[in-house]
């Protein structure tokens, strides 16, 4: 490829709108442009990226014995009606119309087609396991796209379905997947972590998502600083010691507390520490009204709730019905005295002489003790934070931000129950097929190998995923000699199928080596007229901060064990 015949519109000024450094890198260097709101072009380097992080997922994919489909992005509504999905994906979704009045949507993902597909053509337990997946656009109308291709509406990614005869044999597709995440995202130089994710009621370890660790990231990845625990903060789990507990009961007293309702206030008013506090915290679930107990300083995960209560529907009670069940407004809740059922953080069990609303305008009770009021049990209800103890040995938690680019989950009989699609076993019964689901980002891995690679004078990705591998660069264009040089490196490296781009624009060499820079090219062969009446070139490592002078005979052997080391298979 000639530098001077490629499209790479870089721009100085990027738009404010640009928060993250790979968006505004992204933008800088020609990779990509905005067309409306979370929707974007790929421009030809950026592009040639993508491309890259596809054939690197395809391979591994492929490794696996996945094989390749290619869905429809429009699908017509009665699948989605089946699975259900039609009315509870919500505004994600974009649904409209065709000429003759048939609704349609646009995949946000694929498990409806793919199931549809399946069912009808796999009969027999013969021909499981089975995984197909695609590398197709997904269309979500997100309610905050950002960060560029990072959050996009319209976006790539590789998605794949596995389909089992048996739990047993699920498993083993979940593991094969959990491996070939592994291989992909080592080998597009990523620092990532697999952290156990929410698996909702199906309860169990087969959620894993693949997070790429970054200050920007949106994620929250909780890890033990001891064992090998990591999870994301909707499932991390918190661990306990077992200290004493308070056997005091009979102690309380009521005290006034006017306009004091939030912990803060309670807490200095009554000059207290937050963690003396009890919250009481009422829920409307679909299934009826509770009450929900944690320490003043810390907050309710509500996925674990869900998940410990099996609960399809959880949100605040409003106002009305906090009057109606406790006798006292918003904010005075406390457990004495409650008829709905309570369910207490552990951390509970081990408080002493602490506050409660007094479920009265003005009013909490202080001295009380887990004695003074039943629950329902005492349960692992907090988000986890830093400094915690890690569930699995005596380490402590710490957290982290991530960026998740990948995500594997066990769908169990989800789909094939609610869509029908099954299969005869080895006897000739009919059974539900057992799926996975499998998901990666592939423009969101772009960007994220951008957020950890980069410097001061633009993109510095790993040499497995960058739009080039090589640039030669004559510092002078006009000089019939350094091209003649530069020519015959490019078609040798060429001819060993490096991906190479030669510099041949007649711009000042300044111009030249700051757009190799920003581009993020990992090999600089310069030739400079200099250099070259002594036989040498130079070598420049777009990651390491030194050039080296070499001899001209050597560049192509240098270039070349460089590039099959860092190329990782
Ligand atoms: P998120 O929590 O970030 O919204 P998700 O849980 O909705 O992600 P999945 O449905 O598991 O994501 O999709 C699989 C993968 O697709 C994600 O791991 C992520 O890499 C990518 N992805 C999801 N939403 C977007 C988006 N709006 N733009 C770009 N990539 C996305
Ligand atoms: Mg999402």
Redesign the pocket.
Known sequence: MLFSKLFIPTMKEVPKEAEVISHKLMLRAGYIRRLAS?IYTWLPIGLKSLKKVEQIIREEMNKKGAQEILMPVVQPKELWVESKRWERYGKELLRFIDRNDRELCLA??HEEVVTDLVRREVRSYKEFPLNLYQIQT?F?D?IR?RFG?????E???K?AYSFDVDEPSAETSYMDMYDAYNNIFRRCGLRFRAVEADTGQIGGSFSH??MVLADTG??IIISCDTCGYAANLEKAEAGFVDIKKSTKKGNYRRVKTPRQKRVEEVASFLNVTHDKLLKTMIYRTDKNIIGVLVKGDREINETKLSNLLALDNLEFADAYTIEEVTGGPLGFSGPIGLKIPLYADRDVEYMEDFVIGGNEEDVHVVDVNIGDFEVEGFFDLKVVKDGDLCPKCKGTLKSTRG?????I?KLGLKYSEAMNATFLDREGKERHMVMG?Y???????VASAIEQGYDENGIALPLSIAPFEVNVLPVNSSHAESMELADSIYKSLKDRRVDVVLDDRNERPGVKFKDCDLIGIPIRVTIGERNLKDGYVELKFRNEKDSQRIKKEDVIGRVMDYVEEHKSM
Not at 149 to 153: K, L, N, P
Not at 403 to 407: L, R, Y
């Open positions: 979370g946000p993902t997904k979500r997100e796209p291709v990072m959050r996009g509406r976006f790539s990614m998605d998502e693949f949106e994620d960026i998740e680019v990948g995500h989950f689901c998901g990666i980002g592939v423009g969101r891995t």
